[in-house]
């Protein structure tokens, strides 16, 4: 049974930062991709970005793009999130999550991914 974990949400200023972590156990990470998507209130769940099981490819959605980083430490078993310029509109709770099978592109499409966290919320204040 895959585990995914979040950690590193919190409450910050319009403009500044925040990195989100996801520790994963239960298989071989390294050959899954990784994703990022989050739901705000009242919202359906979105899209973020995603990467590849290997880091050498990425998708963002256009909302995000120039200002959040994902990346993946494999001897870790850990993705990220670097968040940077911080808007009110990103206020959400962040899931990571674990594409059901190995080796493929990252991809937008939460079908695709068959384990998720519990999440951690992220508060922008303006």
């Known amino acids: 049974q895959v585990q995914l974990a979040e950690s590193g949400g919190g409450l910050v200023q319009a403009g500044g930062s925040l990195r989100l972590s996801c520790a994963a156990s239960?298989?071989?990470?390294?050959?899954?991709?990784m994703g990022w998507f989050r739901q705000a209130p009242g919202k359906e769940r979105e899209f973020v970005a995603a990467?590849?099981?290997?880091?050498?490819?990425?998708y963002y959605a256009d909302s995000v793009k120039g200002r959040f980083t994902i990346s993946r430490d494999n001897a870790k078993n850990t993705v990220y999130l670097q968040i940077n310029s911080l808007k009110p509109e990103d206020t959400a709770v962040y899931y990571c999550?674990?594409?059901?099978?190995?080796?493929?592109?990252?991809?937008?499409?939460?079908?695709?991914?068959?384990?998720w966290g519990q999440g951690t919320q992220v508060t922008v204040s303006s």
């Open positions: 239960g298989r071989t990470f390294s050959i899954y991709a």
């Open positions: 990467i590849n099981w290997s880091g050498t490819s990425t």
């Open positions: 999550a674990a594409d059901r099978r190995a080796v493929r592109p990252p991809s937008p499409r939460g079908d695709e991914y068959a384990y």
